[in-house]
C-alpha cells in the first residue's frame, strides 16, 4: 500500500526566504504525485504534479518541485516566500488502477515571519 | 470553480445515531472521493467510487459505508456515528486519476 510522509509538522520561514518542504512516499511502481494547499478557512489546490519525464516541475505560485526516485523524495520549494504562503501544505501520492486512489500526507503548517 | 456541493455543511448528532453526508456534482466527473481532516492526520481517505456502483475502501473505511447510484451523487453513511468520527469531511472529484481533485467546501461534523 502507498504511503506519504512529511516530516515536519510546522514550519515558520521570514518573508523572503527561501523554503523547501518535505515530503516522502512509499509505493512499488512509479508513482503520480501531488502537492496541494489549503490556506486558512480555504478549500485545497493544486499547486504542482508529477506524472513522469522531467523530474523538475513547476506549478503556480512560484513553486516547484523535484521528484528522486532514488530517495523516494518530491520535495516542495520556492526561493522567496510571500506571506500569503502562509497555509497548510499536503503532499499526495497516487496509485492503483490509473492512480486513482490518492493518499494524502499529514500536511505541512508553513509560518511566514514579517 | 468546480460544481461540488456537500450537504449538510455542518451537524450536530449524537453518539449511535445514523448519519448520512451527499456529496453532489455537476462535472460529470468519473471519480469521486471522501476524505476526512483531523488535527495531526491530514486527509485520510475513506471510501473513493470510480463510477456508479464502482466503489472501493481508503485508509480508514471502519464504520462507514458509501453508494453512488448516479454519476452526481457520492453519499457516505455512518451506521452508529461514534465520538471518534467527529471531524471534517470532504469530498472531492476527478476526471481521472491522474488529473486534478477538486474539493467540496467540507462538511464539518459533531458527534457528541
Known amino acids: 500500500a502507498q504511503s506519504v510522509t512529511q516530516p515536519d509538522i510546522h514550519i515558520t520561514v521570514s518573508e523572503g526566504a527561501s523554503l523547501e518542504l518535505r515530503c516522502n512516499y512509499s509505493?512499488?511502481?512509479?508513482?503520480?504525485l501531488f502537492w496541494y494547499v489549503q490556506s486558512p478557512g480555504q478549500g485545497l489546490q493544486l499547486l504542482l504534479k508529477y506524472f513522469s519525464g522531467d523530474t523538475l516541475v513547476q506549478g503556480i505560485k512560484g513553486f516547484e518541485a523535484e521528484f528522486k526516485r532514488s530517495q523516494s523524495s518530491f520535495n516542495l520549494r520556492k526561493p522567496s516566500v510571500h506571506w500569503s504562503d502562509a497555509a497548510e501544505y499536503f503532499c499526495?501520492?497516487?496509485?492503483?488502477?490509473?492512480?486513482?486512489?490518492?493518499?494524502f500526507g499529514s500536511g505541512t503548517r508553513l509560518s511566514i515571519r514579517p | 470553480d468546480a460544481g461540488i456541493t456537500q450537504s449538510p455543511r455542518h451537524k450536530v448528532t449524537e453518539t449511535g445515531t445514523p448519519v448520512t453526508l451527499r456529496c453532489h456534482q455537476t462535472?460529470?466527473?468519473?471519480?469521486m472521493y471522501w476524505y476526512r481532516q483531523d488535527p495531526g492526520h491530514g486527509l485520510r481517505l475513506i471510501h473513493y467510487s470510480y463510477g456508479v456502483k464502482d466503489t472501493d475502501k481508503g485508509e480508514v473505511s471502519d464504520g462507514y459505508s458509501v453508494s453512488r447510484s448516479k454519476t452526481e451523487d457520492f453519499l457516505l453513511t455512518l451506521e452508529s456515528a461514534t465520538s471518534s468520527q467527529t471531524s471534517v469531511y470532504f469530498c472531492?472529484?476527478?476526471?481521472?486519476?491522474?488529473?486534478?481533485?477538486?474539493f467540496g467546501e467540507g462538511s464539518r461534523l459533531t458527534v457528541l
Open positions: 509505493y512499488g511502481a512509479t508513482p503520480y
Open positions: 472531492a472529484i476527478s476526471e481521472g486519476g491522474t488529473g486534478e481533485l477538486f
Open positions: 462535472e460529470n466527473h468519473r471519480y
Open positions: 499526495a501520492v497516487g496509485a492503483g488502477s490509473s492512480a486513482s486512489k490518492i493518499i
